[in-house]
């Protein structure tokens, strides 16, 4: 058995009903999770907790950078 880790981001939806955007910047939006994808396939259980930590980690340094928009979600499942 393997694990696979996935991922999902934040994305910026812009929820206005006439669609504007004034140089990127919508009238009115919201921030919603993508769907989950894979990011790492064929882990080793053994090192699926440090491989998250890992990600995890660099995830908050991009948010410490970037801001709340670069926030990012991992998890580990089963693979067959």
């Not at 393997?2 to 910047?25: F, H, K």
């Not at 080793?44 to 998250?52: E, G, I, N, S, Y």
């Amino acid at each position: 058995m393997t694990m696979t880790i996935e991922i999902r981001s934040l994305l910026e939806v812009n929820t206005d009903p006439q669609r504007r955007c004034y140089n990127g910047c919508h009238a009115k939006s919201e921030l919603i999770w993508s769907p989950w994808g894979w990011l790492e396939l064929e882990v080793d259980p053994a090192k699926v907790d440090r491989r998250l930590q890992f990600w995890r980690e660099l995830n908050d340094y991009a948010i410490s950078q970037r801001g709340e928009s670069a926030r990012n979600e991992y998890r580990a499942t089963e693979t067959e």
